[in-house]
């Protein structure tokens, strides 16, 4: 009887999420499916069906794949550099108590509270080849010129890593500051009492006590970077030069609202949301680990 309770006082709360979410997550993602095997300009109450062409289109689109190794790019690289940054200041962060803790930890978080087209708009004006911050500074160690990073083919997807890196580093040092802060000290100083130095203490003690939050925390990132980089490029460089900095989400955007070609960007946004899908499986699964 107690059960049967229990049951319906859960089901009785689950009933308006579950609603919501079907209504405005999983009944446009089925519909947005279903648009992408006709060609719709978006506006026209006409669609026609095309099948499998779109995808056909999509899987032969050199451009999209470059958009592809563009995104994948910028997940990698800003990911590794995001995550090492985050790790190394918590870990100082937490090992002594400094004064100033507090208030550098807010100094930190802070880009994170401003959002991605303010990050870009900012990032944009230092990156300026005539007046930014960046040519002012490498001018006091004897570098003269205009260095223009987001004009160059070489340079731009380099130059898009740090906006997202000095946006992210913070808010993901404050969670494995979280996350270090609940392994037991008792570990530490059994381990210093052993002999472990202070890497040995790193690998062997708060690697594995924080994996779990590094493992979800991943996934997040994965998404968040797909996000935040659609207004990054959008402002800062527009795909160019050459498409050399266009991510799929740019992509998508030009194929819907530039070409009205709602049908092709549809096809691209549910590969793209698959391929993500898969991306994050993988993570969980072969990041998954027995810590007991």
């Known amino acids: 009887m107690k059960k049967t309770h229990e049951r319906t006082f859960v089901i009785t709360f689950l009933i308006a999420p579950v609603i919501t979410y079907s209504l405005f997550y999983v009944y446009p993602f089925i519909n947005a499916f279903r648009i992408s095997f006709y060609r719709w300009s978006g506006l026209s109450p006409r669609m026609t069906f095309v099948g499998l062409a779109n995808y ?3 899987f032969t689109d050199s451009i999209f794949y470059q958009t592809l190794y563009n995104q994948i790019f910028l997940i990698m690289v800003t990911s590794l550099i995001t995550f090492s940054l985050a790790m190394i200041f918590a870990v100082i962060f937490t090992s002594k108590t400094y004064p100033e803790n507090s208030f550098l930890r807010v100094i930190f978080f802070f880009p994170n509270m401003l959002s991605m087209v303010v990050v870009s ?11 930014g911050l960046l040519n002012g500074f490498l001018s006091l160690f004897g570098f003269e010129g205009n260095t223009a990073l987001l004009a160059s083919s070489s340079t731009v997807l380099a130059a898009l890593v740090a906006p997202q890196v000095w946006m992210l580093v913070g808010f993901y040092m404050v969670l494995f500051i979280a996350s270090i802060n609940t392994i037991p000290v008792e570990l530490y100083e059994s381990a210093k009492i052993d002999g472990a130095g202070m890497v040995r203490q790193f690998i062997s003690i708060t690697i594995p006590g924080i994996w779990y939050t590094i493992q979800i925390t991943f996934v997040f990132f994965l998404i ?5 980089s659609f207004a990054l490029v959008r402002v800062t460089t527009g795909g160019g030069p050459s498409r050399s900095s266009e991510v799929v989400t740019t ?3 030009q194929q819907a ?4 070609n709602f049908g092709y960007a549809l096809a691209i946004g549910f590969v793209v949301s698959l391929v993500m899908f898969i991306f ?7 990041t998954k680990r027995d810590l007991a």
Do not use: C, E, G, Q
Not at 280 to 286: G, N, P
């Open 251 to 253: 992509y998508f955007y």
């Open 56 to 58: 056909r289109r999509l």
């Open 224 to 228: 968040a970077t797909v996000s935040n």
């Open 121 to 131: 708009i900012l990032w944009k004006f230092i990156y300026n080849p005539h007046f």
């Open 280 to 286: 994050a499986s993988l993570i969980m699964k072969y």
């Open 257 to 260: 609202f530039d070409n009205s």
